[in-house]
């Protein structure tokens, strides 16, 4: 059976995360926390509220990064580049949830595919990574003559903005009508701002509550309007998707996989 490491498994996710493996009755091996943390020592199971497992918090080292053949990482961009040296180093593969990476932070995980396999995505969910495809549908039939924007919820804690999940859905929309995202998308309205510029992508942002997440994808023409829309009530389906991709991606050869390919929406190189 594939042994899975969790690192952060304080955080929201990764409390998530064990709650689901103990579910599916698979081997969590180790489960750890930044060195110095308050939860040091504490079991992982009580701590994710889902009973003891008798496996103690435990500081992210190299030695606790080889007792697992497979990793998860939902915590922050500059913490996640120093696990991801680690699984490097273990050649351990990697599953990566993180969002709000720079340019140069993703092309630091581009670079350890190289040594490593790795899943990352920006959003862990099947019906997420489903949307991505039916708004590749929507863009080629309704692109052309209507107005796109993209509008995504999250509670008050999350720290980027917009999304990775909203930014991978304009991505999505971009690609299928040669668009360069970079160029067309709209982040924010303000004051006089004249007409909207038919080829742009709009985006909008809200942050309040306790919101899981939701996400809609608008494609508004003239007389009528579709849209595309997730919303995530529990983040049990994040951690359900990111355990799934790690056991998928146990014996992969290294390179960069997405969810996609994890869920057999698009095929492997």
Known sequence: MTSIGIFGANGRMGRALVQVIKEQELSLAVATVRSGSSWLGQDAGELAGCGKLNLALTETSAAAVAEADVWIDFTMPEAMLEHLKL?????????????????????????????????????????????????????????????????????????????????????????????????????????????????????????????????TALFADLGERLEITHKASSRTTFAQGAVRAALWLQNKQPSLYSMQQVLGLTKLD
């Open 87 to 215: 699984a490097v180093a273990a050649k351990k593969a990697i599953v990566i949830g993180v969002t709000g990476l720079s340019d140069a932070q993703y092309q630091q995980v581009q670079q350890a595919s190289q040594h490593i396999p790795i899943v990352w995505a920006p959003n862990m969910s099947v019906g997420v990574n489903l949307m991505l495809h039916l708004v590749q549908t929507a863009a080629k039939v309704m692109g052309e003559t209507a107005d796109i924007e993209i509008i995504e919820a999250h509670h008050r804690y999350k720290k980027d903005a917009p999304s990775g999940t909203a930014m991978a859905i304009g991505t999505s929309i971009a690609s299928s009508l040669n668009r360069d995202l970079a160029e067309c998308a709209v982040y924010g309205r303000e004051g006089i701002t004249g007409e909207r510029e038919h080829n742009t992508i709009g985006f909008a942002t809200v942050r309040g509550g306790d919101i899981i997440g939701d996400h």
